[in-house]
């Protein structure tokens, strides 16, 4: 091994060979099972997103029916979950909630052996079913009030809604969040997602191997960075703003990186802030623009012409948190919505590592001392 085989970020070296999705970071496009995520966010709902990134084609209508029942049915959590959600410091981050009560989830339903199918399945389906349970769970008793039950009759995207605010949703904002979820289910070999498949490797549970997931997604370089938006936009202040904020920042660090900007892969604009873009124009068409969505089209403008040759422009996160933010979501709930449509993703992954599995054992270049000698604590200075 020498410094040149080391790839830092392990940037292009293949991890793994997957049939889930497929990126062109340089025409913008973005597919799950071959299926452009353009037209699954306008056409599709997240169950049927999610039966195709798992499953790998579209389900017929009896698959979907069933597949919806499933999930329905798994939605509620044990009540000494919910009292263990209760006991979570109230100022803790949601995420780091909802790493606990993954992998708690999975004390409730121990799935230790992942050779069997049926019980891979059954898993899965518990685990995307109950996640927004418990996220919406902690966003409630965190304030002081009680979770609210699971409701049969909704969708997924309804039911995580009125699990969260006690209201069932409007249908336009409804199809928002949905389309939200289909955007962010699945993207290939992302930090989280290769978190994901890297505990796979080792067999370890379902619920852990999401667990590892969540815990990675939290960054803000990853996820995370949907609520640092929020927070620079907020900070910014005013479109007025823009240009002096970025001018200052820039002084004090020629490298400062604007967050919601850049990714690995895209060296255009992110398909996804496209398609979130559109729809944040579509829910403010009817009224005025909110003041971080202005913030945030000067940011756009501006950045472009900075930071545009290096191929760096908005990524997933830049459009999201305003988009969330205008539906009535905390800001510190944006990264755990990733994480209830990630999830998607990562279960796909976790079952396609499963199919023919190698451990994941890279390796490294050592650069430290050799034969350093063992002195004795007593004759240490
Ligand atoms: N603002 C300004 N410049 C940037 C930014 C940014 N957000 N991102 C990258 N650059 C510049 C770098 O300074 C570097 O410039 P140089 O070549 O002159 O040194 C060049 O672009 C390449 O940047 P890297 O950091 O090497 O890119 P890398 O692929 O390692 O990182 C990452 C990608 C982590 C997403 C980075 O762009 C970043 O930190 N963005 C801000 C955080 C963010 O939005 N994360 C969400 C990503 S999407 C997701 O995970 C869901």
Known sequence: MTD????????????????????????????????????????????????????????????????????????????????LIKCLPSTGHPMEALQ?????????????????ATKNWDAACRI???????VAAFARTRRGEEPIDPRPDLDHAANFYYML???????????????????????????????????????????????????????PLHGGANEEVLLMLEKIGAKENVQSWLDEKLAN????????????????????????????????????????????????????????AKGVYPNVDFYSGVVYQSLGIPTDVFTPIFAIARVAGWLAHWLEQLNGNRIFRPAQIFVGKADAAYVPLDKRP
């Open 4 to 83: 040149s085989d080391y790839k830092p970020g392990l940037e292009d070296v293949p991890a793994a060979k997957s049939a889930i999705s497929f990126i062109d970071g340089k025409r913008a496009q973005l597919e799950y099972r071959g299926v452009p995520v353009e037209i699954l966010a306008r056409e599709s709902c997240f169950e049927e997103t999610a039966w195709l990134l798992l499953k790998g084609d579209l389900p017929t209508q009896k698959e979907l029916a069933d597949f919806d029942a499933d999930l329905r049915e798994r939605r509620g959590i044990h009540f000494r979950l919910k009292d």
């Open 100 to 116: 606990a009560t993954t992998a708690a989830l999975g004390m409730f339903h121990p799935h230790r052996q992942v050779t069997c």
């Open 128 to 134: 995307l079913a109950g996640l927004p349970t418990v």
């Open 165 to 219: 605010f006690g209201k069932e949703p409007s249908a336009a904002t409804r199809k928002v969040l949905d389309a939200c979820l289909i955007l962010h289910a699945e993207h290939e070999m992302n930090a989280s997602t290769f978190t994901a498949r890297v505990t796979a490797s080792t067999l370890a549970s379902p619920y852990q191997t999401i667990a590892a997931a969540v815990g990675s997604l939290s960054g």
């Open 253 to 308: 660090d020629p490298k400062f990186k604007v967050m919601g900007l850049g990714h690995r892969v895209y060296k255009v604009k992110d398909p996804r802030a496209t398609v979130l873009q559109e729809l944040a124009e579509h829910m403010f068409a009817e009224s005025a623009r909110p003041k971080n969505y202005e913030i945030a089209l000067e940011l756009e403008r501006i950045t472009a012409g900075i930071y545009g």
